[in-house]
């Protein structure tokens, strides 16, 4: 199974820092037809994760563009360009590439 | 709008069984695979495997092949998990979510606490 690592595991900002979270693969994630399936999920304190970014960098419908996700291969990153109140929350990555998906362990983004 | 409504929370007791569904609604319900997730209390998000909502067809990841089974009741755009022999570690909360590579739509979760 593929093993995604979260760095770090949690990460305190202030509002309006920008910061950065890391998901690494055990291996590969380029899909044999091209795509990378790599997604970013935000679950704030007692609501069900929501989806963020998918297929590396692509933004989902709705979510504010002071995210955004970058990486190839085994590497990947969420940025967040002026963190806000409402950021808070466990971040996740997971992969849709290889059977089975799997998540990564979070990163919590706590206000410092 | 395209929402998830999951069913309410369920207290059992080991060696019990659970029923818990997911309605869809707001889109084709057959367009697009249903995933089951699970939420230990305090813990990270674990996929359990998807169904084929077009086939019906199960797909389980192997922590989750026996006790578990996924199905449907497509004319209700619904799609259920059962767990059989409940253990104290099945206490978790449960997410549907759609989409086969995509997870854009979550359910609310159901809280099943396993308990004597």
């Known amino acids: 199974d593929v093993v995604l690592t979260q760095t770090p595991p949690t990460l305190s900002a202030t509002i309006g820092q920008s910061v950065s979270i890391s998901c690494r693969s055990s291996q590969s994630l380029l899909h044999s037809n091209g795509n990378t399936y790599l997604n970013w999920l935000l679950q704030r304190p007692g609501q069900p994760p929501q989806l963020l970014i998918y297929l590396v960098s692509r933004l989902e419908s709705g979510v504010p563009n002071r995210f955004s996700g970058s990486g190839s291969g085994t590497d990947f990153t969420l940025k967040i360009s002026g963190v806000e109140a409402e950021d808070l929350g466990v971040y996740y990555c997971?992969?849709?590439?290889?059977?089975?998906?799997?998540f990564g362990g979070g990163t919590k983004l706590e206000l410092k | 709008q395209i929402q998830l409504v999951q069913s309410g929370p369920e207290l059992k007791k080991p060696g019990e069984s659970v029923k818990i569904s997911c309605k869809a609604s707001?889109?084709?319900?057959?367009?697009?695979?249903m995933h089951w997730v699970k939420q230990a209390p305090g813990k990270g998000l674990k996929w359990m495997g998807w169904i084929n909502t077009y086939t019906g067809k199960p797909t389980y990841a192997d922590d989750f092949k026996g006790r578990f089974v996924f199905s449907l009741e497509a004319s209700a755009s619904t799609a259920n998990l059962q767990i059989s022999n409940l253990k104290n570690e099945d206490t978790a909360t449960y997410f549907c979510?759609?989409?086969?590579?995509?997870?854009?739509?979550w359910g609310q979760g159901v809280m099943v606490t396993v308990s004597s």
């Open positions: 997971v992969q849709s590439t290889h059977a089975p998906w799997t």
């Open positions: 979510a759609r989409g086969f590579r995509l997870f854009d739509y």
């Open positions: 707001g889109y084709t319900f057959t367009d697009y695979a």
